[in-house]
């Protein structure tokens, strides 16, 4: 399994404001992938980040509210822009070790509240 | 809109009885995958099932798989208050690589 640490782990904060989530593994993976939870529901994939370029993005996310960087192949970034109550999740980053058929493993969130 | 649905949203049973729960999902998989959630944490992975095994035991977990009706079951047999949490099924689809959909999950309550 890989070890995977997230920060902050929780933070409030004003809207129309900005929070950058980071996310590092213990170790070299291929894939990492952003996740949203809101409030009482499942989890649905923002964005696969991709190391040295640009994220790919699932309908309904973009790249301006929701800007990814990943420079390496143990860490990367979310920054969820322009803060509003809805933004108010749980955030998850998750990795897999190689780009076929593979267990993903979950760093243990970043809750965010907006005030 | 999500590709997995489970079933039931929300059980409650006795320490040492048997938990099962179910999840439906609509279009073809490489493989499915259970995990674990307690209390708004991480994720943790229980059980990768691939589309071509049918059963897949782990301790006192047992998943099953069923291609034909799309649906997969978690048995937790013998629970433990520990056991209290919201179980989730993710989906890995043929067109969609590494990506996972997830289901709504189902939380268990396991009274002592």
């Known amino acids: 399994s890989a070890v995977i640490s997230q920060k902050p782990s929780r933070d409030i904060c004003q809207r129309g404001t900005s929070l950058t989530i980071q996310c590092q593994v213990d170790?070299?993976?291929?894939?990492m992938f952003w996740y949203r939870q809101q409030p009482g529901q499942s989890l649905t994939l923002i964005a696969t980040?991709?190391?040295?370029?640009?994220?790919?993005?699932e309908s309904g996310f973009v790249i301006d509210k929701f800007p990814i960087s990943r420079p390496n192949l143990t860490f990367s970034t979310l920054t969820v822009s322009n803060l509003s109550p809805e933004d108010s999740s749980i955030y998850l980053c998750?990795?897999?070790?190689?780009?076929?058929?593979?267990?993903?493993?979950f760093g243990p969130g970043t809750r965010l509240t907006v005030l | 809109s999500q590709q997995g649905e489970e079933d039931p949203q929300a059980l409650s049973i006795q320490e040492g009885e048997n938990a099962t729960m179910n999840c439906s999902y609509k279009t073809s998989i490489n493989n499915l995958q259970w995990y674990r959630q307690n209390s708004g944490r991480g994720l943790v992975h229980l059980i990768l099932i691939r589309s071509n095994e049918r059963e897949k035991h782990s301790g006192r977990l047992r998943v099953t798989l069923d291609t034909s009706k799309k649906s997969s079951s978690l048995l937790i047999t013998a629970s433990r208050a520990a056991d209290t949490a919201s179980y989730f099924c993710a989906t890995d689809g043929k067109a969609a690589g590494n990506k996972l959909t997830f289901g709504g999950g189902t939380r268990v309550l396991v009274k002592p």
């Open positions: 998750s990795v897999t070790r190689t780009s076929g058929v593979d267990e993903q493993f």
């Open positions: 980040a991709n190391q040295g370029s640009e994220a790919t993005y």
């Open positions: 170790s070299q993976v291929t894939m």
